[in-house]
């Protein structure tokens, strides 16, 4: 069956294809996996010729196009995960998509149940020992894969002056289920918590300071504060703010 199978594709491409074999043949993977149902999977080929499927697991079904390759797998009753290779060859150049199709899933363990980024993001990986592929669903803010027992878990750079990220990363494979919780701190300046002001040195955050010699005080202008001068007359008085942008981040909230 199998062999009959990647015979006929041969043929088909020998029939269709007038040009030379090719030189490389490079799929856009080099692994691809089905869940337990099977299904059908495109893997797009790049090539620069004649190319052809040299083998394939017999419970795996290829269809070679041009450039690409359509693998088609039924449902996995074999009780157990199966993996196999797909063999394609060109003019002495070979390429190997590994094909894994998942069978009930019993359990998926974590090597631990959190990661946690830097405000400068990056990637993290959780080791996963499971019998099943899990499916990986990643909130906001994160991006997350499975492959061979291992998550790769990415996180974009925290540049915002808002608080640190939190999220979930989802493992599910039919009735399993597992939570690892993701976090990256922020990039928040430690002087002024993020909010871009500090309290106005001159003033102490009061917007108006004494003047002991005449008795009164004065609006401060350090903060935005505004008085005429040395008169009774308070209709132009406008208290200062109290508050001043900071100097650490020039106001922006961002940490170094
Ligand atoms: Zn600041
Ligand atoms: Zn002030």
């Keep these: 069956m199998k062999k009959l199978f990647c015979l006929l594709s041969v043929v088909a491409l020998m029939l269709l294809s007038a040009c030379d074999s ?10 691809v996996q089905f869940l337990i149902d099977g299904g059908e999977q495109i893997v797009d ?6 190319w052809s499927v040299k083998d394939c697991p017999d419970w795996v079904k290829t269809d070679a196009q041009d450039n690409k390759l359509i693998i088609k797998t039924g449902r996995n009753d074999s009780g157990a995960l199966r993996k196999g290779d797909i063999v394609l060859t060109g003019k002495n150049v070979t390429a190997i998509i590994h094909v894994m199709q998942a069978a009930k899933c019993t359990h998926i363990t974590p090597s631990s149940d959190k990661v ?18 899990p499916q ?11 492959a061979n027992g291992v998550l790769t878990v990415t996180a974009a750079p925290n540049v915002g002056a808002g608080a640190g990220r939190r999220g979930e990363i989802k493992l599910t494979c039919e009735d399993q289920s597992i939570t690892i919780y993701a976090s990256q701190k922020s990039n928040v300046c430690k002087r002024c918590g993020g909010s871009g002001k500090i309290t106005c040195p001159k003033c102490h955050g009061k917007g108006w300071y ?36 900071c100097p650490d ?3 922006t909230g961002v940490g170094s």
């Design 45 to 50: 080929i790049s090539t620069d010729g004649r």
């Design 136 to 146: 990986v669903q990643a909130s906001d803010g994160f991006t997350a894969s499975y």
């Design 210 to 245: 004494p003047i002991e010699a005449a008795g009164g005080g004065a609006a401060c202008e350090r903060c935005g504060g505004r008085w005429n001068g040395f008169t009774d007359d308070t209709s132009d008085w406008k208290d200062g703010t109290g508050r001043i942008s």
């Design 116 to 133: 946690e980024f830097g405000k400068e993001g990056g990637t993290l990986t959780v080791n996963i020992d499971t019998d099943g592929i």
């Design 249 to 251: 981040c020039g106001g």
């Design 22 to 31: 090719a030189t490389h043949v490079t799929p856009s993977t080099d692994q």
